[in-house]
Every structure is written in structure tokens, then in C-alpha cells.
């Protein structure tokens, strides 16, 4: 590992979606890591959320409502996914006030897809795009369909040293 990165101060969202027990393990053993779940409810602008973010160096965002509506592109999934674009948007924003220096937003193949899931993960992409300054970078991952996927952590990894 990095020696100079192996003191950083990182944070993840969605600790018990599969995206964050895919990375725990590895993040925990190479960063000084705060997971949360969904017991912290990130869809509200909340600033008693604020402590969490706290002295963190990185956040890496890879939380998001799922819902049972199927398929995606139905319209009842506005409102779910509106819920995780405002998720998004209270991340990016307690970080930036928290002085987070870079967050990494994970985001789907599926963002350029002309249905609901598609374009709110679009524009969870484009918040990203609206935060990125020279102060705190904003970078995302997109991923497919994932089940035991090592190269995740290395992604990670990489974007860490390169952007911090």
C-alpha cells in the first residue's frame, strides 16, 4: 500500500449495499475508514450529518435507494430515484463543507440510457460536475453488473493517489 495515503481519512456511503462490501474490506485495511448505511439518512438536508464528514480526506459515495419498481425505465421511478439524486446532492454538499479534497461518486453503465434510471443517474454525474473545483475533486466509476469484482478497490485506489 501507499505509505502516504495509509493515514487518510475516508468515508463510505452505502457500507451494506454490495458496491460497499465488495470495498470494505479492502478499505479498511488501507485507509482509516468510517462506513455508514442507511441508518444515516443522507436523502434530507440534515447538517447534524455534518460530524460524519468531519476531518474526512475522501468520500466515496456508492450509496443509493434501491427500489422494487421494475423495470427502470417505468415512470413510476421518478420519485425513488429523485431520493437518490437528493442523496447525491446532500453528500456532495456536506462534503464541501467539511473541506473533503476528493470524492469519488459511483455511478452505472446505464447513465446514457433515454429512461428514469438513466437520466437520474446522469444527473447524479452532472452534481458531480457542478462541485468539482480546484478545492474538492469529483470524479465517478461506472460499473455494471458486479458481484465479485476485485477491480473495484484498485479503481479506487488509483483515483485516491492520483487525485489527492
Not at 4 to 32: C, F, H, P, R, S
Not at 104 to 129: C, K, M, P
Amino acid at each position: 500500500m501507499y505509505s502516504e495515503e495509509e493515514n487518510m481519512n475516508v468515508l463510505l456511503t452505502g457500507g451494506t449495499g454490495k458496491v460497499g462490501q465488495l470495498l470494505i474490506n479492502d478499505l479498511n485495511n488501507a485507509y482509516n475508514l468510517t462506513a455508514i448505511s442507511s441508518s444515516v439518512d443522507l436523502t434530507l438536508p440534515a447538517p447534524q450529518n455534518s460530524y460524519i464528514f468531519k476531518d474526512k480526506e475522501v468520500v466515496i459515495h456508492s450509496a443509493r435507494i434501491r427500489r422494487k419498481i421494475r423495470p427502470l425505465d417505468r415512470l413510476e421511478t421518478f420519485y425513488p430515484e429523485m431520493d437518490n439524486i437528493n442523496m447525491t446532492y446532500n453528500t456532495l454538499m456536506l462534503a464541501k463543507r467539511n473541506k473533503v479534497k476528493l470524492v469519488i461518486l459511483f455511478s452505472t453503465v446505464h447513465a446514457d440510457e433515454h429512461n428514469v434510471y438513466g437520466w437520474a443517474s446522469n444527473a447524479r454525474e452532472q452534481l458531480g460536475e457542478v462541485f468539482n473545483s480546484d478545492a474538492m475533486k469529483v470524479c465517478y466509476i461506472r460499473i455494471g453488473n458486479i458481484e465479485k469484482e476485485t477491480r473495484l478497490f484498485n479503481a479506487v485506489r488509483d483515483i485516491i493517489k492520483i487525485r489527492t
